[in-house]
């Protein structure tokens, strides 16, 4: 048996794991259910030896581990199938299946790959794939490299001596039914060899497939359901939680937007893989808030706009002009800001301070000649700082030392001081405490008001609710559905839970 006792977890400004107690049996599939942002990544993550518990006890059949990294839990019989598959496309099926482990095949410094493609047949034959072993992975469809990725997880049966536990992350993202009951078949007939957690965002799927499941919410597990008590909105109001506090999101601000002025349009914009038929509009002052789970193409849609993808169908329009040029230098120059996710990486540049942080997409506007105005940008740094109460000591202060509210803020004054009218927001809360959260909905609520169109990812359920004028559900890149969000007059949890999953 495999168990967690009292294990917690924490980053910078999120406690992501709080106390979390989980076990599996042999031969049971588990599901893992949860918001996003509930803690199913880091839970997952731990058990799988990519992140190490700040707290708390690993426990197989009884005895204590630690996993310092991936490899040490694969060698005590713990595997993945992740969502964004992790097979290497320019290799062949064989290659993929033994990368790391190609020792067992090498004779004089030479690789029998004979013997490999035999092996990997074996493997194949495990998850009922009759494919040749020297085929290029990039060749296959999706559903059969995610049974090419079970196949690579089912060799631990020959590394290990005891029982294995699989995770499947979001296995089914992409799949169409048949091949989810085909995939659901195999696990089924798997559970003599393996016991499953599985992850999903679809409810219907994880009731069908799992002995149990974990409801999670906030970093804790809310509750823990036996297969025959399962029910659809139970469960659902284990994820959501409490009720949505209308002070707290600030909808006592919420203005009717301008409906006469389009700053976006999508008509029937495609990606293939990414979206499908897209088509919205965004207008001055309007709040439009994207909901869906992870992969639902709710980012695609935002990268569309900024100009880092580009779609191969439909049309897309800012302010009445057809895009042409798909580049973020071009959507910045249509007055489009983009507030992204991973605000360390994307957002800000650590080792830089406030002032080169915030002047960073406008520099044209305070040079001369090719020569940087510096007295100018401090200027505009030293005004936002105190605009949006920075906690900084000066317009010096590297932007990498501030705390993450501090650094949202930086990133959002960059593009309010440039002028953009068109703010993409991604996740712009995700993990801040609740003062600097208050902060970002007070600044939202502003930009709204000054007749800024704002596309945006919120962290939760109950932020899109409070903060939108609009929501639109996008689920497998299609639009369900579009809510009008009038002050009173809200879609619920359950309205959106009902399109997403």
């Known amino acids: 048996m495999y168990e967690l006792k009292a294990v917690d977890k924490k980053f910078p400004g999120v406690h992501a794991l709080k106390a979390i107690d989980f076990h599996i049996k042999r031969g049971e599939i588990v599901g893992l259910v949860g918001e996003n942002g509930a803690g199913k990544s880091t839970l997952m993550k731990v058990i799988y ?42 290799l062949t099926v064989m290659e993929n299946i033994f990368l790391g482990y190609e020792q067992q095949f090498v004779r004089f410094g030479v690789i029998n790959w004979k013997a490999m493609a035999t092996a990997a047949k074996a493997q194949l034959a495990k998850v009922k794939l009759d494919i040749d072993p020297a085929t290029i992975t990039s060749k296959l469809s999706f559903a059969q490299r995610q049974l090419v990725e079970l196949a690579k997880v089912l060799t631990l049966e020959e590394r290990v001596d005891g029982d294995l536990v699989i995770l499947l992350d979001e296995p089914t993202s992409v799949l169409s039914k048949e091949e989810v009951q085909l995939l659901f078949k195999l696990v089924r007939e798997l559970v003599t060899r393996a016991s499953f957690i599985f992850v999903s965002h679809r409810m219907d799927e994880v009731m069908e497939l799992s002995d149990r499941i974990y409801v999670m919410k906030d970093g804790h597990v809310v509750d823990v359901v036996e297969r025959g008590a399962a029910q659809t909105e139970a469960i659902q109001h284990k994820m959501v939680g409490r009720n949505v506090d209308k002070e707290y999101y600030r909808e006592q601000l919420q203005k009717p937007y301008d409906r006469s002025k389009v700053l976006v349009e999508m008509d029937g914009v495609g990606l293939p893989g990414r979206t499908k038929d897209i088509s919205l509009k965004l207008h001055a002052g309007e709040v439009l808030c994207l909901v869906g789970t992870e992969g639902s193409g709710r980012e695609a849609i935002l990268r ?43 957002g800000i540049v650590a080792g830089m301070n406030v002032y080169e942080n915030m002047t960073l997409s406008q520099m044209n506007k305070h040079s001369r000649a090719g020569v940087l105005r510096i007295s100018e940008e401090r200027a505009l740094a030293r005004d936002w700082i105190k605009k949006l109460s920075i906690k900084a000591h000066s317009e010096f202060a590297d932007c990498g030392n501030l705390s993450g509210g501090n650094q949202q803020k930086v990133v959002l004054a960059k593009w309010r001081s440039a002028g953009s009218d068109i703010m993409l927001l ?47 559900v996008v689920k497998d890149g299609r639009i369900q559905k579009n809510f009008d969000c009038v002050p009173g007059a809200k879609p619920s949890l359950y309205d959106l839970l009902h399109y997403m999953i």
């Open 304 to 346: 569309m706009i900024y100009g880092m993808l580009t779609p191969t169908q439909g049309n897309l329009q800012i302010k009445g002009g057809k895009v042409k040029i798909f580049s973020p230098r071009h959507a910045v120059s249509q007055g489009v800001g983009y507030v992204p996710r991973e605000r360390k990486i994307e």
């Open 426 to 472: 991604d996740h712009p809360t995700r993990g801040l405490d609740i003062g600097a959260k208050e902060d970002v909905y007070d600044m939202i609520r502003e930009m709204s008001g000054a007749g800024v169109g704002i596309v945006l990812v919120a962290d939760t359920l109950e932020e899109a609710i409070g903060l939108s004028h609009t929501i639109v």
């Open 49 to 90: 030896g990519a992140y190490q518990p700040d707290g708390g006890h690993i426990l197989i059949n009884g005895q204590t581990v630690r996993f310092a990294n991936p490899r040490q839990a694969m060698e005590k019989g713990i595997g993945m199938v992740f969502q964004e598959q992790s097979l290497i496309a320019n």
